[in-house]
T-cell receptor, first 114, second 116 residues
Framework: SQKIEQNSEALNIQEGKTATLTCNYTNYSPAYLQWYRQDPGRGPVFLLLIRENEKEKRKERLKVTFDTTLKQSLFHITASQPADSATYLCALEGGSGNTGKLIFGQGTTLQVKP | DAGVIQSPRHEVTEMGQEVTLRCKPISGHDYLFWYRQTMMRGLELLIYFNNNVPIDDSGMPEDRFSAKMPNASFSTLKIQPSEPRDSAVYFC??????????????FGSGTRLTVV
């Protein structure tokens, strides 16, 4: 069955370090993958989209990689700040048979300590 | 644009009552999605619309759930009768283009539903 896996354990890092979050998937052939940020009591907020033919995408302190062979995406936040503390969700467009809809992982909570 | 607007923000109702959640998508967006979020199951897609037409309702858990989109600026999700296991945060999201490929989904702030 289709599955999206994100590390359920919270990631705790020190301010200034690079945070790396992982998203693995099985039985998908997504055309693209997206990352969202969710703060408590709020809806998810779109951060980045990376297409299947792109290896890497950057936006300010954010970097996303997408390896369709490994079926994995890595999400990096460089020079992390306490304000980066949130839950980060990866989402896949459903691919064949599920075109047009995003399926979300459970999310990983990041805690950046000053 | 004020973003995706959902109402109410919080709803507490008794088991068996009808609940109606409302959503106003971003003007110009042609896709609208209803998701439900719980700690156990995360974000689950319930139903989505394209140009006001329901495309996929395979995520709607039971016949007790129904959704409508009478026009491009309004959608409702109705639960009748409600049950305690329906307690969750319900999000509405809209996007331009299929799957958010043109810039992701924009989510509303959600409706926290508690059925007692």
């Amino acid at each position: 069955s289709q599955k999206i896996e994100q590390n359920s354990e919270a990631l705790n890092i020190q301010e200034g370090k690079t945070a790396t979050l992982t998203c693995n998937y099985t039985n998908y052939s997504p055309a693209y993958l997206q990352w969202y940020r969710q703060d408590p009591g709020r809806g998810p907020v779109f951060l980045l989209l990376i297409r299947e033919n792109e290896k890497e995408k950057r936006k300010e302190r954010l970097k996303v990689t997408f390896d369709t062979t490994l079926k994995q995406s890595l999400f990096h936040i460089t020079a992390s700040q306490p304000a980066d503390s949130a839950t980060y969700l990866c989402a896949l467009e459903g691919g064949s048979g599920n075109t047009g809809k995003l399926i979300f992982g459970q999310g990983t909570t990041l805690q950046v300590k000053p | 644009d004020a973003g995706v607007i959902q109402s109410p923000r919080h709803e507490v109702t008794e088991m068996g009552q009808e609940v109606t959640l409302r959503c106003k998508p971003i003007s110009g967006h042609d896709y609208l999605f209803w998701y439900r979020q719980t700690m156990m199951r995360g974000l689950e897609l319930l139903i989505y619309f394209n140009n006001n037409v329901p495309i996929d309702d395979s995520g709607m858990p039971e016949d007790r759930f129904s959704a409508k989109m009478p026009n491009a600026s309004f959608s409702t999700l109705k639960i009748q009768p409600s049950e305690p296991r329906d307690s969750a945060v319900y999000f509405c999201a809209s996007s331009l283009g299929s799957g958010g490929a043109l810039g992701g989904y924009t989510f509303g702030s959600g409706t926290r539903l508690t059925v007692v």
